[in-house]
């Protein structure tokens, strides 16, 4: 969680940052979550990218470059966040447009039970994508033919500046389960070991072959909906919700437990500061792609 967080810092602080969706205070869903995962799962986003790519085990170096639209990146400098992949992390790719990517995650979990593989796929996405009909006709299907599919909701509250409450009708987003059989659940998605905990109980079932599940996860989004979206909450309020850290509340549990002291929290930050410096100096020292490949890797 310390990583993305100062991942997503250093990748703000700087000019040439492009258009970015940042994750500050939604690291714990994406922590819990693949700490959940095997190596053989996939695992797709929507176009909030960074934290999950980089929870799934996506090289910081490689990710920097490839935000940056360097070479050197994990997809050339060509994808960017919006559209980003490495399936061989596990990380099957984002997908920029809201709920784009919910029914192309069944065509993977189908071509996952079809090759008799053992692994499940997991879609991630926003509270946005909830009103979508995409969402609602991937459940449909995904019941019906029993696919290896976890749906993971990170409801962060808003659409860019809509509140969920206005937005969307259900008491709690994992109802939307119900009507097609599928089980649902929701939980503090601030809190890294309760993610943790009921994606494993989830997937544990999806492995099984029980068909798909349904995970909500109640975040906070520390920032505004993008880099250029202008803030639309009150400073008393943004003050309440970064109160509700998910990395310090992890500190606070393991030091009060004897499992974390002053000499080590200093120790991972140091490593943390010196893994994304040389993310940062790599991607600065890549060249940009040659214009000659504008049209490689297009079908």
Same mark, same amino acid.
């Given at each position: 969680m310390m990583t993305i967080r100062a991942f997503e810092q250093a990748l703000a602080a700087r000019p040439n940052h492009g258009f970015q969706l940042l994750s500050a205070g939604e690291e714990a869903v994406a922590v819990g979550l693949c700490s959940a995962l095997r190596p053989g799962d996939q695992l797709l986003t929507g176009g909030r990218s960074i934290g999950p790519a980089?929870?799934?085990?996506?090289?910081?170096?490689?990710?920097?470059?490839?935000?940056?639209?360097?070479?050197?990146?994990?997809?050339?400098?060509?994808?960017?966040?919006?559209?980003?992949? !490495?399936?061989?992390?596990?990380?099957?790719?984002?997908?920029?447009?809201?709920?784009?990517?919910?029914?192309v995650a069944a065509g993977v979990a189908l071509a996952t039970k079809l090759s008799g593989r053992p692994d499940?796929?997991?879609?991630? $996405?926003?509270?946005?994508?909830?009103?979508?009909?995409?969402?609602?006709?991937?459940?449909?299907?995904?019941?019906?033919?029993?696919?290896?599919?976890?749906?993971?909701? !990170?409801?962060?509250? $808003?659409?860019?500046?809509?509140?969920?409450?206005?937005?969307?009708a259900p008491r709690k987003l994992s109802d939307l389960a119900a009507p097609f059989q599928i089980p649902g659940r929701t939980v503090d998605g601030m809190d890294v070991n309760v993610v943790a905990q009921a994606i494993e109980l989830a997937a544990s079932g999806v492995r099984a072959?029980?068909?798909?599940?349904?995970?909500?996860?109640?975040?906070?989004?520390?920032?505004?909906?993008?880099?250029?979206?202008?803030?639309?909450?009150?400073?008393?309020?943004?003050?309440?919700?970064?109160?509700?850290?998910?990395?310090?509340?992890?500190?606070?549990?393991?030091?009060?437990?004897?499992?974390? !002291? !002053?000499?080590?929290?200093?120790?991972?930050?140091?490593?943390?500061?010196?893994?994304?410096?040389?993310a940062v100096a790599f991607a600065e020292a890549a060249p940009f792609p040659d214009p000659r490949e504008a049209l490689a890797d297009v079908d």
């Open positions: 980089l929870a799934r085990g996506v090289e910081p170096r490689l990710l920097m470059a490839e935000l940056l639209g360097k070479a050197a990146g994990v997809n050339r400098g060509k994808a960017g966040r919006g559209h980003l992949a !490495d399936p061989e992390s596990g990380f099957f790719g984002a997908h920029a447009v809201v709920a784009g990517n919910i029914s499940i796929v997991c879609i991630l $996405f926003g509270d946005g994508a909830a009103g979508a009909g995409a969402l609602h006709e991937t459940l449909n299907i995904a019941a019906l033919w029993r696919l290896p599919l976890l749906f993971v909701c !990170d409801n962060n509250q $808003f659409s860019v500046s809509t509140p969920r409450r206005a937005a969307l072959g029980e068909g798909p599940a349904f995970v909500e996860c109640e975040s906070e989004r520390f920032a505004a909906h993008s880099s250029t979206a202008r803030e639309t909450r009150s400073r008393e309020e943004l003050k309440h919700t970064r109160a509700r850290c998910p990395i310090l509340r992890l500190i606070a549990e393991l030091q009060a437990t004897g499992r974390l !002291d !002053d000499t080590s929290l200093r120790a991972l930050e140091l490593e943390v500061e010196a893994e994304i410096a040389g």
